[in-house]
């Protein structure tokens, strides 16, 4: 029995120096969101629960952002990965020394989002905001998006009753005549009033104007230490296209997995359920495989900004983006 006992116990210390080797290699690495965690992270929380991260000899540290950002944590090194959009990157990018990140997956392969109301009331189309009142954050790239969809539409944006926008609750914002339309990303705002068995009208911007069929949101990493370590960040972006890819696969399990990691939204289970079907069907869409960013798509955005001049300095619209690290 004494002989056996000490074969158990050489076997269990044998055993934790491995697991101390194996936690030893496996690098440590940070990602921010940009948000609370939704359905747009889902994959993230996925590739972590699974073990893709572990797999992959990765630790991966999942964190809110701070005041100043994603963009201002990855660029500074202080976070390796991020998730962010390639509208609001714009600025990163558009200076005489651009913030230090690249794009290295696009996280849904389509912009979701568009202008919402109530239905019935002639906001179904871009023209028929004339004379309502519109949900702003006075953003230029906002109201010049917005400005261009109604000319395309025959309609004038300057009849627009712009509030400034307040709304962290789009089904109750509507329901109270508060406003009247709300630029909402319908996998989550828009699905939310559906839910909630709120009748509305949807157009998407991308449906008007393929210039606007933009990526948001995007996976960002650092770019020295994409220099200094590709084989580590194709690992973690291979471990989040495994993750992405089960989301679509099991839209229910992947709701579970994220509301485990994220408790406070188990109390809006329904719409996190009705949010992961909805998105299960965005992640990829038509595109050969998560992640994939087609350039002339991402081009596109950006010279639409170079034409109405909404960047400081004008981009350079085939940088900023690489498919360098998805899974070959």
Avoid at 169 to 188: K, M, Q
């Amino acid at each position: 029995m004494k002989k056996l006992i000490s074969i158990s116990l050489i076997f269990a210390m044998l055993f934790g120096l491995c697991g101390c080797a194996v936690s030893e290699k496996a690098e440590k690495l940070t990602i921010v969101l940009d948000w609370t965690p939704n359905t747009n992270h889902t994959g993230i929380f996925v590739a972590q629960a699974n073990g893709y991260f572990e797999k992959a000899g990765l630790e991966v540290e999942i964190v809110q952002p701070p005041e100043d950002g994603a963009v201002t944590l990855v660029a500074s090194g202080k976070a390796q990965f991020g998730v962010s959009f390639q509208d609001s990157l714009a600025p990163a990018f558009a200076s005489d020394e651009p913030m230090p990140v690249t794009a290295v997956a696009a996280v849904i392969q389509h912009n979701t989002s568009g202008i919402i109301s109530r239905a019935g009331e002639g906001m179904d189309s871009p023209k028929g905001l004339e004379g309502k009142k519109y949900s702003t954050w006075d953003a230029p790239v906002e109201k010049a998006t917005i400005r261009d969809v109604m000319k395309a539409d025959g309609g004038n944006f300057d009849l627009v009753e712009l509030i400034p926008s307040t709304v962290t609750d789009e089904v109750s914002a509507l329901r109270s005549n508060s406003v009247d339309a709300i630029w909402v990303f319908y996998g989550w705002a828009g699905v939310a009033c559906q839910v909630a068995g709120l009748e509305t009208d949807y157009f998407e911007f991308a449906d008007i104007d393929p210039a606007f069929d933009y990526y948001t949101p995007v996976i960002i990493g650092n770019n020295e230490w994409l220099e200094n370590t590709p084989e580590s960040a194709r690992a973690f972006v291979n471990a989040l296209a495994e993750g992405y890819t089960f989301a679509v696969e099991n839209p229910e399990k992947a709701a579970d997995i994220l509301m485990e990691a994220a408790p406070e939204l188990k109390s809006n289970s329904q719409l996190v359920y009705a949010s992961q079907q909805y998105l299960a069907d965005e992640y990829i869409a038509d595109a050969k495989q998560w992640g994939e960013f087609d350039g002339e798509r991402w081009a596109a955005f950006y010279n639409w900004l170079n034409e109405n001049a909404l960047t400081e300095v004008p981009l350079d619209v085939d940088s900023g983006y690489t498919n360098e690290y998805l899974p070959k």
